[in-house]
């Protein structure tokens, strides 16, 4: 039987339909395929299976996709996605100040001369200032606050260690300042530096 | 210069530069392609996402490592077909190796009679239009074995030669063209038992 004869089986099909066979094998295939009807049936088969899977659609990514990658380019700080750091920060930021507030709380109460009742009723006094002089609240606030300082002995400690008071308030006002900064950094602004390596 | 006017080569020796336009362009024209590919291998779209953006993000760091003497689109589908063979791999989805195994028959084992594709006695436009078989191939493509997935992927959505698909999968010339045979012959198997 000539090579012609031959049926050229699925494999050369489907090499011919990808124009990957060299020319004299190709002008053999399709000199057989023009006599051969199972085979010519066959190409066509193979030929439909090939324009469905060329006609399948491209897909797209979301947009998020191109952004996440562009955020993480070379010489790109990667963001700062919200780890125990960004929640550390946030119970920094919270406790901070109200730490602050139990410790001049705690001292006013353990100060012999000053009750509970006594911080209700100047805690009311500013509440009233505030809503009577809303101006000059922040200089009435002040001064009472430095009363009390001065009654419970807050003041009288600081000044006895003024090293130790002024340690305190530095370590108070860093632990806020660092917390709202991380937390400003993970919530906020998670890539501000993205563009400090990189030209355009 | 407008970097949509510049060929692969000259946007990846601009990456190389740092130049984010540069980058933007290559992501830009390569990320429907790497993510029709990626999307069909793993079969999840959220997971394909993570996949081609750790690819992206793998090829824009190596940009160094990128040989002018290829194609970049190769280099870049071969770090995105790494990337999804090795998910799939550690995940165990499929149990066969990209590199390989002998696997003609179905796990079954059932002869089947031929079946006439719909095309048969169609026009191809009219064929390919028939948006119920364009569902059935995703959902056959899907039973393939990933080895037989990328090489079809990459011949046909891509329009990889059969030495491209070898050099992206980084199998010998002989072993692609098994895989493309085999993979289509259990794809129109596959696209006949959907028919029953």
């Given at each position: 039987m000539s090579e012609e004869a031959e049926h050229p089986g699925a494999e050369a099909l489907q090499a011919l339909l990808d124009g990957e066979l060299d020319q004299p094998r190709r002008e053999t295939i399709e000199r057989h395929l023009a006599g051969c009807v199972p085979c010519s049936r066959e190409l066509r088969d193979w030929s439909a299976l090939f324009h469905a899977l060329e006609e399948l659609p491209e897909l797209a990514p979301s947009p998020r996709m191109r952004e996440n990658v562009l955020a993480r380019l070379p010489g790109k700080r990667a963001p700062t996605p919200l780890r125990w750091l960004g929640w550390a920060a946030a119970m920094g930021l919270l406790l901070t100040p109200s730490l602050g507030f139990l410790l001049v709380a705690a001292a006013i109460v353990a100060h012999?001369?000053?009750t509970l009742e006594g911080v209700a009723t100047l805690l009311g006094w500013q509440l009233a200032d505030f809503a009577r002089e809303n101006l000059t609240w922040i200089a009435r606030w002040a001064m009472e606050w430095g009363l009390v300082a001065l009654e419970s002995g807050i003041a009288e400690a600081a000044l006895s260690y003024p090293g130790r008071a002024f340690a305190a308030l530095v370590a108070l006002w860093a632990a806020f300042v660092g917390s709202g900064w991380t937390l400003y950094r993970n919530l906020l602004s998670p890539s501000r530096t993205a563009n400090r390596h990189v030209q355009v | 210069m407008e970097c949509g006017s510049l060929d692969d080569h000259e946007l990846a020796a601009q990456a190389c530069e740092g130049r984010e336009a540069a980058f933007r362009e290559l992501l830009e024209r390569y990320e429907r392609p790497v993510f029709s590919l990626v999307v069909r291998m793993v079969r999840d779209r959220a997971l394909a996402e993570d996949l081609v953006q750790e690819a992206f993000i793998r090829a824009f760091r190596g940009i160094r490592s990128f040989d002018p003497s290829y194609k970049f689109s190769s280099w870049l589908f071969r770090i995105a077909s790494n990337v999804a063979i090795d998910h799939l791999r550690r995940r165990k989805l499929d149990t066969v190796s990209i590199h390989g195994a002998d696997h003609r028959g179905h796990p079954d084992g059932r002869e089947r009679p031929d079946l006439d594709l719909p095309a048969r006695d169609q026009d191809p436009e009219r064929f390919t239009e028939n948006r119920e078989l364009r569902e059935r191939i995703e959902a056959a493509l899907t039973h393939l074995r990933p080895e037989y997935r990328a090489v079809i992927l990459l011949r046909?959505?891509?329009?990889?030669s059969y030495e491209e698909v070898a050099e992206i999968l980084e199998l010998p010339l002989g072993t692609v063209k098994t895989h493309l045979h085999r993979g289509r012959a259990e794809l129109r198997e596959l696209l006949r038992e959907f028919e029953r």
């Amino acid at each position: 039987m000539s090579e012609e004869a031959e049926h050229p089986g699925a494999e050369a099909l489907q090499a011919l339909l990808d124009g990957e066979l060299d020319q004299p094998r190709r002008e053999t295939i399709e000199r057989h395929l023009a006599g051969c009807v199972p085979c010519s049936r066959e190409l066509r088969d193979w030929s439909a299976l090939f324009h469905a899977l060329e006609e399948l659609p491209e897909l797209a990514p979301s947009p998020r996709m191109r952004e996440n990658v562009l955020a993480r380019l070379p010489g790109k700080r990667a963001p700062t996605p919200l780890r125990w750091l960004g929640w550390a920060a946030a119970m920094g930021l919270l406790l901070t100040p109200s730490l602050g507030f139990l410790l001049v709380a705690a001292a006013i109460v353990a100060h012999p001369l000053l009750t509970l009742e006594g911080v209700a009723t100047l805690l009311g006094w500013q509440l009233a200032d505030f809503a009577r002089e809303n101006l000059t609240w922040i200089a009435r606030w002040a001064m009472e606050w430095g009363l009390v300082a001065l009654e419970s002995g807050i003041a009288e400690a600081a000044l006895s260690y003024p090293g130790r008071a002024f340690a305190a308030l530095v370590a108070l006002w860093a632990a806020f300042v660092g917390s709202g900064w991380t937390l400003y950094r993970n919530l906020l602004s998670p890539s501000r530096t993205a563009n400090r390596h990189v030209q355009v | 210069m407008e970097c949509g006017s510049l060929d692969d080569h000259e946007l990846a020796a601009q990456a190389c530069e740092g130049r984010e336009a540069a980058f933007r362009e290559l992501l830009e024209r390569y990320e429907r392609p790497v993510f029709s590919l990626v999307v069909r291998m793993v079969r999840d779209r959220a997971l394909a996402e993570d996949l081609v953006q750790e690819a992206f993000i793998r090829a824009f760091r190596g940009i160094r490592s990128f040989d002018p003497s290829y194609k970049f689109s190769s280099w870049l589908f071969r770090i995105a077909s790494n990337v999804a063979i090795d998910h799939l791999r550690r995940r165990k989805l499929d149990t066969v190796s990209i590199h390989g195994a002998d696997h003609r028959g179905h796990p079954d084992g059932r002869e089947r009679p031929d079946l006439d594709l719909p095309a048969r006695d169609q026009d191809p436009e009219r064929f390919t239009e028939n948006r119920e078989l364009r569902e059935r191939i995703e959902a056959a493509l899907t039973h393939l074995r990933p080895e037989y997935r990328a090489v079809i992927l990459l011949r046909h959505l891509e329009g990889h030669s059969y030495e491209e698909v070898a050099e992206i999968l980084e199998l010998p010339l002989g072993t692609v063209k098994t895989h493309l045979h085999r993979g289509r012959a259990e794809l129109r198997e596959l696209l006949r038992e959907f028919e029953r």
